[in-house]
């Protein structure tokens, strides 16, 4: 029999995961490692939506089975955001569905739109499952730049020049994970032109939609006239309300892409448990600080990191978005790798990252940096890679 199934051999093994495992031995063994690998959120949701979980989940009725496609009042709370922050108008019926958080909906789209063979263009580096929720679908990934500059546009061109079948999909993801760069609404209305023009579907993750640094609110691609005949746009409560774990997320934009998203759904899952989805409305349409209370929380928490790192010998761009930093190696140990660099790092240093190769190859000499810890905790973080770092021959600056 043969114990390679067909999946599989089209998924190498998660390199992130070999990081988690010797994290996951660490802490077994007593060691106190100061984990900034993983983007899970270490701050709780507001009061009011935890009560309206227990509130609801306290009937008797709300235990059944719920709605794939979300309950209306969460998809009228969705358009109802949309409209708040970005001036568009949805229709709750048709242009929203919700998601059990945008992995899982990248992954249901990719099932109803791919078929084997398929062409999508996405990133490199990149969130894993921009690229493996439709390989796993049967697509043929080709890899465009992250970075938003001409040189994207030019990738973009000999893509649809040389390759064979023509793409049908495009992923991207601004505010980006891993890179966290940034992109302005002129890049939008391009990238609708583009798409347009060339008959492709664009695939929009703005889950990091409102962890910007600039006072410049991150745009969305749905703020482009005409964006809704091409596009799909996914986003997520984890970051935005500290729900990670709820898995809440949603997808909006054009009504073929929304139908078939929900009809795959509709096989495949009865939704989110109802009292998550009352809960979430809560969220949308109660009081918003814990928006503006998260972003100066993560804005201070970069802050701090940069010039705690810097001091301590490794310098790190300021990320102008997302919960992430976009770390090149130290240059005296670039040689070695950014796996190697996130083993040494947690085994000598006692500070867990992700090494950037786990988003794709362009991701080498880099490595991902979570700011889920606190000032205290980073402050650390920055003392223990100090003395690694001399342990290296890597001159640091004054303490």
């Not at 209305?189 to 991150?218: H, I, M």
Request: a neutral charge; glycine letters at 8%.
């Amino acid at each position: 029999m043969n114990d390679q199934f067909y999946r599989m051999k089209r998924m190498p093994p998660y390199v992130i995961a070999e990081v988690n495992a010797m994290r996951h031995a660490a802490r077994l063994a007593g060691q106190d490692i100061i984990d900034l690998g993983m983007g899970n959120p270490d701050q709780p949701p507001p009061q009011h939506v935890i009560d309206k979980l227990c509130e609801v989940a306290a009937k008797p009725d709300a235990h059944g089975y719920s709605q794939s496609k979300g309950i209306p009042g969460l998809r009228r709370a969705q358009a109802g955001y949309y409209a708040r922050r970005f001036g568009v108008e949805l229709d709750p019926d048709s242009e929203v569905v919700v998601t059990m958080g945008s992995k899982e909906g990248l992954s249901s789209l990719a099932t109803a739109i791919i078929a084997p063979g398929d062409v999508v263009l996405a990133p490199n580096p990149s969130y894993p499952i921009h690229t493996f929720g439709f390989i796993i679908a049967g697509a043929t990934i080709r890899s465009v730049p992250t970075t938003p500059d001409e040189h994207y546009w030019e990738s973009l061109e000999r893509a649809m020049n040389f390759t064979v079948p023509r793409p049908s999909v495009l992923v991207v993801s601004y505010p980006s994970n891993p890179t966290s760069e940034i992109v302005d609404l002129a890049f939008y209305e391009r990238l609708v032109a583009w798409a347009k023009e060339n008959q492709v579907w664009v695939v929009s993750d703005l889950a990091y939609s409102e962890l910007y640094f600039d006072g410049k609110p991150t745009p969305s691609i749905m703020q482009v006239p005409g964006a809704k005949d091409v596009a799909i746009e996914f986003t997520s409560m984890s970051k935005t309300y500290s729900m990670a774990g709820w898995r809440m997320g949603f997808a909006v934009g054009n009504k073929q892409l929304i139908a078939a998203l929900t009809r795959v759904k509709s096989y495949l899952d009865y939704g989110a448990f109802t009292p998550i989805q009352a809960a979430a409305c809560a969220a949308l349409n109660g009081p918003q600080d814990i928006i503006d209370t998260n972003r100066e929380l993560y804005h201070k928490r970069r802050d701090v990191m940069v010039e705690a790192f810097g001091r301590a010998g490794w310098d790190i761009p300021a990320p102008p978005a997302s919960m992430f930093a976009w770390a090149p190696l130290p240059p005296a140990l670039k040689s070695m790798g950014s796996l190697e660099f996130s083993k040494q790092l947690l085994t000598e240093a006692q500070v867990a990252v992700a090494p950037g190769v786990g988003y794709g190859e362009n991701g080498e000499g880099y490595v991902r940096i979570a700011m889920v810890e606190n000032e205290q905790r980073l402050r650390q973080a920055a003392r223990n890679i100090k003395r690694y770092l001399q342990s290296k021959g890597v001159n640091s600056s004054a303490a």
